[in-house]
Structure formats: C-alpha cells, structure tokens
C-alpha cells in the first residue's frame, strides 16, 4: 500500500510533538509527585536524555531504509517471519496507545467536566473527528496539526508567563532528601513517553526532506521537554508537591487558579486551555491512528487503508470504553502499565532493530 502524500521536516517534528506532549502535560506532574516528591521535576531531565538516544537511533534506523516504513524494512532485516513478527509487535503497540488515548480523553472531560456524560459520547465525538482527518491522509493530517500544535504551545509558554511570579522556591526543597532513587523511579513514566518519538520510522519515506529526519526528530523532543518542565516546575512550584500528587490532572487544577488582576471579565481560561487540548489530543489520536491503520494495511499488503479506517475505528471506541470499569482502574493502569509496555516496545525493539543493523552492515563491509 502506498501513501501518496508528502510531509517536510518541519511537519514530522510537529507531528512527534503531537503524539507525545498532550497525554504527558496531563498526567506528569501527578505521577512524579507522587513518587520523587519536591524533587520530581528532575523526572523530565533523566528521560529526556533517554528519549534523546531512543529519538537519534530510530531516525538513524529509518534512514538507512529511506523508503520503506518499519513494517515494511523489518523483514528484510530479520527474515520474512521474524520481520512480520516485528511488524505486528509495532501495529499493536500503535493502537494500544489509540486506546488508551481515547479512554484518557473522556476521563479528563467526565470527570472535571461532564461528570454526568457517559464515556461512549466523548470518545465517539473524538474518535469520528480523528476518523474524518485520517481519511483525508498524511497531508491534511499534518497540515492541521501544524496549526494546532503551535496554538498549544503558545498556551505553554502563556502558562509559563501566568504562574511564574506566583511559584514558591520552597515547595522544591529539600533537594534530593530521599537520594536519586526516587527520582530515577519516576523518570519511568515520561521516558516512555519520549520513545513515542519511534514513530518517525513510519514518516521518513513520506518526508520531502528526508536528511532532516534526525535533526526533527531530536528537535521535537527537545520542545517535549521544554514543555514538560514547564508545566512540572509550574505545577509543583504553586501547589506543592503533596497536593499536586493527589490530583489526576494536576496541571488543569493550576490552570483553574490563575486569576487576571483588572481582568475580572477574563475567567474560565481553563475553557480556552482545555479547547486547545482537546484540539491537541485530537491530533495524538489521528496520528497514532493514522500510522496503525498504515502500518496494518502495509503488513497485509492492502491497496489502500481507508477501507479499514471506519471498522477498526469503532471497535477500538468499544474497547476503549469497556477495557476499564473506572477511573482509577485506568489511572492505575495509565500510570503502570502503560509506561512499561510502551517503554519495552520503543525502546527495546527499536534497539534490537538497530543491533541488527549495525551487524548486518558490519557483515556487508567485511565481505566487501
């Protein structure tokens, strides 16, 4: 199956920050709070030199099979079974975080929204946007993402700028009291995270400049961190460690407090927050929809992979809503489970993949 359309750089960078940032600016400051305490904004620090060598090998992989997908150049790798085998490890992993994406979505509007909404509507409404633009295809996919990613992050730095007068230094103190461990445990979860960045090994044969592949990959990354550290330190620095750990959806809680002195008229910003959020969650989904739909259509061989957009589509949405009986059997499993299957995906088949590679090279050269 061919894809027809083309991408630059500058949209695949955005296209990583899609898929990474809006689930982690979520739940981030909660689960390292909950775990390395005043000390949990180091968390983003330790995975961010993880998700910088994880991003570095799989563009670097994806290049040396310029075109070709991961599901497509696995094989040739390993063999026609093994490399199928990969393929399939990769298409789950692509829709395993559809799933949880799609759940993630209706908890955050059930519970500080809706709270009388079943989760079926939100993941419905969400799901068929991302249906729509997923149909549309890679171009249409990424050139909305631009826009909306960028409106988010300025929405960061305007979070940034808000709460920065209001932190309170003493709310990170004591320094490393409890040692590294702590923080090293909690760098778990966002260094799963960052390894999302593996998807550029689906993008690179649709860039039209594919020398870039490395620089924005790493790039995005760096933008992840940036943002995270941002809201982390912002969260932690105005309700303290303790509370921020009691909160889900810690970063929304902080939003809610901030008030504009002489701007009475100017409240609910955490209206226009969350509509940019739900604008940013939209396009996580579409992209890791769009690259599992593409991913399972190339390993079958398929012509197109519109025809199993809408069938695949509705049976993750009933997934979605009966895998977990509440939440906070999938927040337990969010900040779990999770981390550790993607984690061991990304990281460890990504890693085998590029051993492989560099042995296979290593063979060629000596025989040349």
């Known amino acids: 199956m061919r894809e027809e359309g083309r ?9 990583i920050i899609a898929i990474i940032l809006p689930t982690a600016i979520l739940v981030l400051p909660s689960l390292t709070a909950e775990r390395a305490a005043e000390n949990a904004w180091l968390s983003p620090v330790i995975a961010f030199v993880l998700g910088l060598g994880i991003a570095y090998v799989a563009a670097s992989l994806a290049l040396r099979f310029p075109d070709k997908t991961v599901i497509q150049f696995a094989p040739s790798l390993l063999g026609p079974v093994l490399g199928k085998i990969v393929g399939l490890v990769f298409i789950g992993y692509f829709f395993f975080i559809t799933i949880v994406v799609q759940r993630e979505f209706a908890e955050l509007m059930t519970n500080l929204f809706y709270d009388r909404t079943p989760n079926i509507v939100f993941v419905g ?22 826009i909306i990613i960028l409106l988010f992050l300025f929405s960061i730095l305007f979070f940034l700028v808000v709460v920065i007068k209001d932190l309170r ?11 590294i461990g702590p923080v090293v445990f909690s760098a ?7 390894a999302e960045a593996v998807v550029i090994m689906m993008l690179v044969p649709f860039l039209q400049d ?11 990354v760096t933008i992840v961190f940036l943002s995270l550290m941002i809201i982390t330190v912002g969260t932690i620095g105005i309700l303290g460690s303790s509370e921020t ?81 509440s939440f906070s059997e999938f927040a337990l499993f969010t900040g779990q489970t999770v981390p550790l299957v993607i984690g061991s995906v990304a990281y460890g088949v990504t890693l085998f993949l590029f051993v492989v590679a560099m042995l296979r090279r290593k063979e060629l050269d000596g025989k040349a």
């Open 7 to 15: 991408i630059s750089s500058y949209q695949a960078m955005n296209f």
């Open 125 to 146: 409404l969400l799901t068929g946007l991302a249906v729509y633009v997923v149909y549309k295809g890679l171009e249409v996919l990424a050139r909305v993402n631009d």
């Open 169 to 179: 230094p003493q709310a990170f103190l004591p320094f490393l009291g409890e040692g």
């Open 188 to 194: 778990i979860p966002p260094a799963a995270w960052f």
């Open 210 to 220: 594919k020398g870039k592949a490395i620089k924005a990959n790493i790039a995005a």
């Open 245 to 325: 750990a009691t909160f889900h959806f810690a970063s929304f809680a902080v939003v809610r407090r901030i008030e504009f002195a002489g701007l009475e008229f100017f409240q609910r910003q955490d209206a226009l927050f969350m509509a940019l959020w739900v604008g940013a969650m939209l396009m996580k989904l579409g992209a890791f929809f769009y690259v599992g739909v593409l991913a399972l259509s190339q390993w079958f061989n398929l012509r197109s992979y519109r025809p199993i957009i809408v069938p695949l589509a509705t049976f993750f949405t009933v997934l979605s809503v009966q895998s977990w009986d």
